[in-house]
């Protein structure tokens, strides 16, 4: 019984500190999704600014309220897989660091 509770209470913290990292992830997206020019998207050839944005604050709030209940699941997966998606290919591009840019 001891054994159970111990292994319930690691899942606990290692289900938190990936809600966090998740979270931290997401707000990290939006505050740069929201600092770029619109035009920059477009210009780019990405989607609009609205989209990113709309995507990075409905994933930023599914992160939150994910790490409050600590239930996980499939929601979370999907906000993790936009914000790294943003990370990964947006950002690049309307940042001027990546595509046919110099860093």
Known sequence: MQFMKMAQMIEYYMLFALGLAIVALA????????????????????????FWTGLTVGSTAVA???????????????????????????????????GWYGY
């Open 27 to 50: 707000v990290w997206a939006l505050v740069d999704c929201l600092r770029h020019p619109a035009d920059r998207f477009i210009q780019e050839g990405k989607r609009t600014k609205g």
């Open 64 to 98: 939150l309220l994910s790490l409050l209940s600590i239930s996980g699941g499939i929601l979370q997966l999907v906000a993790a897989c936009i914000v790294c998606v943003y990370l990964a290919d947006v950002k690049p591009a309307v940042s001027g660091k990546g």
